[in-house]
């Protein structure tokens, strides 16, 4: 092999394809595990009222989904929207 000839150069053009291709699907699959990961956190009850000014999805016991936007307030059993 001369020197600065590069080593995939001299590699047979199948397995080339066959490396390029493995890192193809392994960059492409990495990527869809990152956007299917979702953080739940637990409020536990507090004496006073709590404000989240960040967007929040509820899901309520009936099965349905509320979606607060603007955050909201909780106070004891009472959740309000944040204006």
């Not at 397995?15 to 956007?35: Q, S």
């Not at 409020?43 to 909201?72: C, F, I």
Request: some cysteine; overall charge positive; charged content about 20%.
């Amino acid at each position: 092999m001369r020197a600065g000839r590069h080593i995939f150069l001299s590699m047979p053009l199948p397995l080339l394809r066959g490396l390029l291709l493995l890192a193809l699907l392994l960059y492409a699959g990495g990527c869809v595990w990152i956007f299917h990961r979702v953080d739940v956190e637990a409020l536990e009850a507090q004496p006073d009222p709590v404000t989240v000014r960040s967007p929040v999805k509820a899901h309520l016991l009936d099965g349905s989904t509320v979606v607060y936007s603007n955050g909201l307030v909780i106070a004891r059993e009472l959740v309000m929207s944040e204006r």
